[in-house]
Structure formats: C-alpha cells, structure tokens
C-alpha cells in the first residue's frame, strides 16, 4: 500500500507549504539586499536582473568572513574534523589483547583520512561555504548529497520542509527549473502531450517507518528510477537552520539579528555619499552687476590675468561640517559593532599607538568562545549526519569497507571540542610559566611532569598512546643506562689495572727465574 505523502501531487503540496514559509522568505531577501542580494533574490529573477547595491560593505564583508572562519572550524584543512572511536565495552576488549589495539587504531586512521581525501576530491568545501552563507543571511539552507559526485545547496526560496514540535524534520520538497533535455525521452513525450513549456521537477523526502524514502515529480508524474531510501540517521539531505526555535519549521539567520544596524548604515552611508558628493562639485558665483566677467574667468587657463573684483567672485559651501560629522561618527560608531559581531578583526583591536598582541588575542578569543553554541549546532546538525553520510555513500561504491554499527561511530573534534581544548590548553601554558617563575626547585617539587604532559596532549588534540613513555619505560631506560654506565666504568677500571697486572707478573716471573 502506497504512502499518503508518497501519492500526494508535490507541486499542490508545495504550493502549501510555501504559504508557511513566506514570512520566513520575506525576512531573509531583506537581510540579503543589505548583504548579498544575489544570495536570496526575488521571485523572477533572471540573467538581466540588476540586484541591488548597498551603499556600505560591512555586511557582505561581515558574512563572508564568519562563514570563512566556520568553515576552517567545521572543515579543518589537512586534518579530520572527527574520530572513529571504539565503544567502551569493545575497547575493554581490545585492550586485553593488546597486539590487536594498534593494528585498530591505524585501521580507523586510515579510514578517516580516506573520508577526508573524499571530500578533497569531490570538492566539497566549495558547497559548505555556500552553506554557511545561507545560514547566516537566510538562516536556513538545504545541504544535498547526492548518489555520487558533489553536493548541492538550495536556499530557502528552493525548498520547503515540515518538522515536529520538537524540531526533527519529517519531510522536505526542493523545487528546480530543469531543461527537458535532462528528462528521458518517455518523460518528455508526456510533458510534450501535456503542452508543458516550463518544467519544474521537484524532489520530495519524508521519514517514514524510521527510513529516509524519496522520489521525483515532474508534471504531476514519478520520474521512473527516482525513488530511494536511506537510513534514518543517514540521510542525503540535511535542512539546516541557524537558530532553531520549538514548533518553526524554518530558523531565523544571524543578519537578522543585527538588521536595525544595517539598516542605520545603509541610511548614513547613502546620506554622507551624497553630501560628500554635493560638497566635492565646484560652483563659482559672480555679482551680476560688478566689472568681473563671466566668460573671462571660464577661458581663463591657470596663471593667466584677468580685470575684475575679486570681491564680486566667491565659491558655493554647504556649510554643513559639523552636521556631517556627526553622521560619520555614528556610521563609525555602527560599523565597530557589526566589525565585533562578524568577526572582523580589523576593528577588533582596540585604535591606539600601544595597542598589544595580548589586547588581540584576548579579544579574538572572546568573539570565538561566543561562537560555541553556533560550534555546537554545526556539529549535531551537519558535521555528524555529513561524516555518516559520505561514509555510508562510500560503503556503498565499495571505496570503504563497512564498520558495524554501534561498535564504531564518529565523534566530532572541531567546534565546541576545539574551543575547550584550546581553552585548557591556554590555562596549562599560564600555569607552567608561572610556576616556572618561582625556580626550577618548584617546577621539580610540586608539578607532576607525567600528568602535565599528558594533559597538554589532550588539551592540543593529540593522540598520546605510544608517543609519550611511561613511568615502567623511563625507570627500565635509567636502569639500562646506570647498567651501561657501571659497565663502562668497570671496563675503564679493568683496562687501567691490566698494565699493574702485567708489571706484576712480570717481576713475579723474573723473580721465580732468579731463584731457579
């Protein structure tokens, strides 16, 4: 028996839900057109439509400088973003054998760093910035990864989706304008016989009986070979919002938040624009009634002598300094806050003579530990379902051999992870330095040098075992080496006292042949 959601026409059904998204589409094309207009357009939009141009840069150099740190975050170049770890009950076990714990361990690293060549060779970074991008203006994007090749992003204006009170997604349209030509030729007879010029095709999700099934649509008809299924934590498509609030099915965007600053910058901006453009132009006035003549002074060259009054010649000012300057002090003024709120550390740092590196690494710092709940979203919501299902896409080429599951999964090692690692980090370098600071007398009577290194090792990330030598190795390797040592030293005692030997016996021979 087929599906409700599975029979119902997508186009009616997306025509429903886009009634539920408007106000959602209408916020997010606002915070576009002082950002990145083409970003989200309006409906219409072709190859001839001439967006919008703000009068102030700060919002599209705003967003793509947060989306560029997120993405070094969520999708560190040259090291994974995650780790295949063992189960504690397995890991027990492996433990008991612990020839088998180093052949697992590289295993499981190799299996990761042939996910992180996958997304290195698909390309994959490219699409996730876009991503990114759609988050923070629209807050909401459509990441899709399909069967095979790259991922495609889809902004709000491209889909549609339906969630529970709590949040979890249940199901989700994305609409396309496709050429026919893309269609098998049975499909486009039919849409041929139907008279159809435009061909929208739509593709629809929905969770049903804990699996991920889909299809295709294209004029109220299945696309034959479309229909999928995937595992209900695995699935190909994430919908992503930027703040997730209960009982929405669609999230507000980080722009949105600070749209009232935009929108006073875009006004000051526009205004000391024009001002500054009407104080630049030149208009010279001459009294209508006096001996100076126009025309005298507009063919004069520079240095020439002319007759008149210079008294009857003066220049237009709009004497409007002190007027302009407080305008341009409170563009300054919103500017500094939208610097700090997307990251740019240009107007960070504090403007003086004496400003220090410290002043801007602390500040820094701050702007990114109040990133943690973004860090933390991320990684439920993309990093985990991303690394899953590219893994289980690999699997299913045959590129990846396949783990079992609930004996090995992906933990996440960026975001929030990193930002409490460098935050410990941080205070066990403060502390070394200043117990360094009262003598090495102290560093030797209270610091434990085998937990402090073990804990640095964690705190940058580093997998400890077999790096670092135990207590066991360094008490064999001291034994071994007061053993050679006493050996050498016995070796040099023997060899001074052979020639005191040999002289002995010597004289004890000749002595013994003196008798005889």
């Not at 760093?113 to 988050?135: S, T, Y």
């Not at 999230?251 to 929108?263: K, M, P, T, W």
């Not at 208009?283 to 008294?311: C, H, I, K, M, W």
């Not at 002190?322 to 740019?344: N, P």
């Amino acid at each position: 028996m087929e599906s409700n959601l599975f029979s119902s026409n997508c186009a009616s059904r997306y025509e429903q839900l886009s009634s539920l998204r408007e106000n959602f589409l209408h916020r997010a094309r606002e915070c576009a057109k002082l950002t990145l207009p083409p970003l989200i357009p309006e409906s219409g939009h072709n190859s001839a439509t001439r967006f919008y141009t703000p009068y102030q840069g700060i919002g599209s150099r705003g967003v793509n400088n947060l989306a560029a740190r997120l993405l070094l975050s969520l999708l560190p170049p040259n090291t994974p973003f995650f780790k295949l770890e063992v189960s504690d009950a397995d890991a027990k076990e492996i433990a008991k054998q612990q020839k088998l714990e180093g052949e697992v361990q590289a295993e499981l690293s190799m299996i990761e760093r042939a996910v992180m060549d996958e997304i290195e060779r698909e390309g994959l970074r490219a699409p996730v910035f876009e991503m990114l991008k759609h988050l923070i203006v629209g807050g909401n994007a459509l990441f899709y990864l399909p069967a095979s090749g790259g991922a495609k992003v889809y902004g709000i204006d491209k889909f549609v989706c339906v969630r529970d009170a709590v949040g979890n997604l249940l199901e989700v349209i994305i609409k396309e304008e496709v050429s026919p030509e893309v269609l098998s030729a049975d499909m486009q007879a039919l849409l041929a016989s139907k008279g159809d010029d435009d061909v929208a095709l739509y593709t629809k999700f929905y969770l049903e009986d804990g699996k991920w099934l889909s299809y295709q649509d294209v004029g109220g008809e299945v696309v034959p070979g479309s229909e999928g299924s995937w595992p209900a934590d695995k699935p190909p498509m994430m919908a992503l919002r930027w703040n997730r609030v209960d009982g929405e099915d669609y999230g507000r965007g980080f722009v949105e938040e600070y749209i009232g600053d935009l929108i006073s910058l875009e006004g000051l901006s526009r205004a000391i624009l024009e001002a500054s453009a009407a104080a630049a132009k030149v208009v010279f006035l001459v009294a209508p009634n006096g001996t100076t003549r126009v025309q005298d002074l507009a063919e004069a060259d520079s240095g020439d002598f002319r007759s008149g009054n210079a008294a009857e010649v003066s220049a237009v000012q709009l004497n409007k300094q002190a007027d302009m300057a407080v305008a341009s002090a409170t563009a300054q003024a919103i500017e500094q806050r939208l610097g700090h709120a997307f990251m740019l550390f240009d107007t960070v740092a504090r403007r003086s003579e004496r400003t220090t590196a410290y002043e801007v690494r602390e500040a820094i710092n701050a702007l990114e530990v109040g990133l943690g709940g973004v860090f933390s979203m991320l990684s439920n919501s993309f990093q985990l379902v991303f690394v899953r299902r590219l893994m289980e896409r690999m699997q299913r080429q045959n590129r990846l051999d396949p783990l079992q599951d609930g004996i090995v999964a992906p933990s996440i090692v960026t975001g929030t992870a990193a930002l409490g690692r460098a935050n410990d980090l941080q205070n066990l370098q403060s502390f070394f330095q200043f117990i360094a600071q009262l003598g090495p007398q102290v560093v030797e009577g209270y610091l434990n040098m085998d937990e402090f290194v073990k804990r640095t090792g964690a705190a940058i990330g580093i997998d400890m075992n077999g790096l670092v030598k135990s207590g066991e190795q360094r008490e064999q390797e001291e034994m071994q080496r007061q053993q050679a040592i006493q050996q050498q030293q016995a070796a040099e005692i023997a060899k001074a006292a052979a020639p005191q030997a040999v002289s002995a016996a010597n004289e004890q021979y000749m002595e013994s042949a003196n008798v005889n």
